[in-house]
């Protein structure tokens, strides 16, 4: 079979974490007798240097054209005042791919437990979560600007809405994600504060009876931040809007490890996802080959399992790449000696024997 997959390299880290996913992904072809033709497009700052604009409509086409997405991260200092920021270009491909779901999974690897940032006896008893935020709505697509406030001069505001629709359809892919783990959504949310937060819970309860083998709990964001922390396993699915789903998931990478291990799955009605690390573009290390490329790759793992529906393919990826912890060969974020390079080359060499 031949998959087409559009890389987005970007900027950082980008580039060097793409490149590690391409060979392994080239790799798992060459077990399996699979093509891949993975082509490159333009994003970020990059594309704002090259072609003056951060999501060029080239770079749209290519990603609608192909079967999947594979990110590697957008930003950096460079770009931090210009016009149109990198981040707008993320933003606009999740908007242009209508991708409204993010599944970022949160699991420890036995072999990093006291990398993680907690107490060994919360990590005993376990963390495997899974953040589904939503990703195309919410205050990061709300109404915003500028204007004049008669007492305190001009002011700026930003706008948290949520239409039932862009509730329900998250909502329902979490709880099939639910019924495929532990049957367990907790709904996190300000419901003591924000109007859209009760919508929320409306909606999240009604289509409860759609799925009455899931059990569904409230929090109040505050406190989940807490909850993640003292008692982590409590969390099977967490449900939750773009704003605090992008904030608890780093805070959930610091559970696991590292930001650098998290990867994540941005899916809609169809196959067509995208597929990125959680991490940022990371320019305090980049071009220095020392990126962990291990969030990216679990991320090619999602893509061939979720859009190219390649499961073994998937398990053969995230084996090696826990195997190649077990053994010892990470980057410096888990306290490793190797090199981008050299985990990458593990990794192969354990799909590949
Ligand atoms: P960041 O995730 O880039 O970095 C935070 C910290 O984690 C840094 O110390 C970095 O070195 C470390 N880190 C991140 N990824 C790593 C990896 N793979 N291996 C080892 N260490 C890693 O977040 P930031 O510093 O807040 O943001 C930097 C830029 O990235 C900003 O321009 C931001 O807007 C952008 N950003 C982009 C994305 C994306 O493209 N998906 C996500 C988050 C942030
Ligand atoms: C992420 C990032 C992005 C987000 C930024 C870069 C716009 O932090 O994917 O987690 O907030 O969605
Ligand atoms: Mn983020």
Redesign the pocket.
Known sequence: MTYSICTLS?D??GPE?IESAKRVIEAVGRKYGHEFIIKDAPIGGFAIDNFGDPLPEETIKAAKSSGAVL?G????YKWDNAPKR??AA?LGIRKELKLYANLRPAKIYPALKNRSVLKNEIVENGIDFVTVRELTGGIYFGERGFRDNKTFGREAYDTECYSELEIERVSRIAYELAQKRNHHITLVDKANVLTSSKLWRKIVTDINEDYPDVIVDMMYVDNAAMQMVLNPSHFDVILTSNMFGDILSDLSAALVG???VMPSASLGDTTLGMY??I???????AGLNI??PV?TILSAAMMLRLSFDLSDEAADIEKAVEAAINEGYM?Q?LGGIYSTSQVTDKIISLINP
């Open positions: 970007g950082g880290i974490v990110l991260a957008v930003g950096g990198p981040e993320l590292s930001i650098g990125e690390a991490h940022g573009s990371a320019p305090d290390i990126a962990d969030g980057t974020d």
